[in-house]
């Protein structure tokens, strides 16, 4: 079964609201990759965060990494259109070999 | 950065009949995934090679499944005598990297199984 669960499953919000979703192990995860697929398209890497509490921005979005590298967060500001897809946090198991990808949150945007 | 290319697109077969799926990834990487992904579910992890190694195979896979990449660059995930459950997305990714850590996973469009 999945390693790594994912909430909310789906978020449907208004074109402008901010949109988080929640990543949880239960496991230490050595390192965190987030990545994005629109529908009918294949995942696309977002970004990798390695560091206890670390935390890293790209324009819009922010992600952060646990204390404890057991969770992680993605949210985005004022969110767009462009933003619709599924989001997925991934992480490896064990050694760098395995990895495990999250139920992943389903985001609609309305306009 | 050509991308990682994987063939077919689309498979339609009977149960029973075996079926075979190629991948060829980024040129320089040496890493590379096979994943399963259902309607709904996150890519579920399959196995992994390191060049010409296949160092994990997941324990959901039964004997059925196999996949080679005998000379370090293009891999194959053959599926023997095919059942209802295994119609799915077939994603594989490669990355660079040796040793310790992960990098960024690039994946191909996928190839999409139908069991009649």
């Known amino acids: 079964g999945q390693q790594v669960m994912q909430i909310p499953q789906y978020q449907h919000v208004q074109e402008g609201e901010d949109f988080t979703t929640y990543c949880n192990s239960s496991?230490?995860?050595?390192?965190i990759q987030w990545y994005k697929q629109r529908p009918g398209g294949h995942p696309v890497f977002l970004i990798q965060?390695?560091?206890?509490?670390e935390v890293k921005k790209q324009k819009r979005l922010t992600f952060q990494f646990g204390e404890a590298k057991k969770n992680s967060s993605l949210h985005i500001t004022a969110t767009q259109t462009t933003d619709v897809g599924t989001y997925f946090c991934a992480g490896p198991k064990q050694n760098f070999n395995k990895f495990y990808f999250g139920s992943g949150t389903k985001l609609n945007v309305k306009p | 950065d050509t991308g990682v290319s994987q063939d077919p697109r689309h498979k339609i077969t009977k149960r029973g009949q075996n079926v075979t799926f190629r991948c060829d990834p980024i040129s320089e990487h040496n890493r590379l995934y096979w994943y399963r992904q259902t309607l709904g579910q996150g890519p579920e992890f399959l196995t992994y090679f390191q060049n010409e190694a296949q160092l994990e195979k997941s324990r959901l896979l039964s004997d059925r499944f196999s996949a080679e990449r005998p000379k370090g660059s293009f891999s194959t995930l053959e599926i023997q005598r095919t059942e209802q459950g295994d119609s799915a997305m077939y994603l594989c990714?490669?990355?660079?990297?040796?040793?310790?850590?992960?990098?960024?996973?690039?994946f191909g469009d996928g190839t999409r199984l139908s069991i009649l």
């Open positions: 496991t230490t995860l050595s390192n």
């Open positions: 990714a490669s990355s660079r990297g040796t040793g310790e850590g992960n990098q960024p996973q690039h």
């Open positions: 965060l390695v560091k206890s509490g």
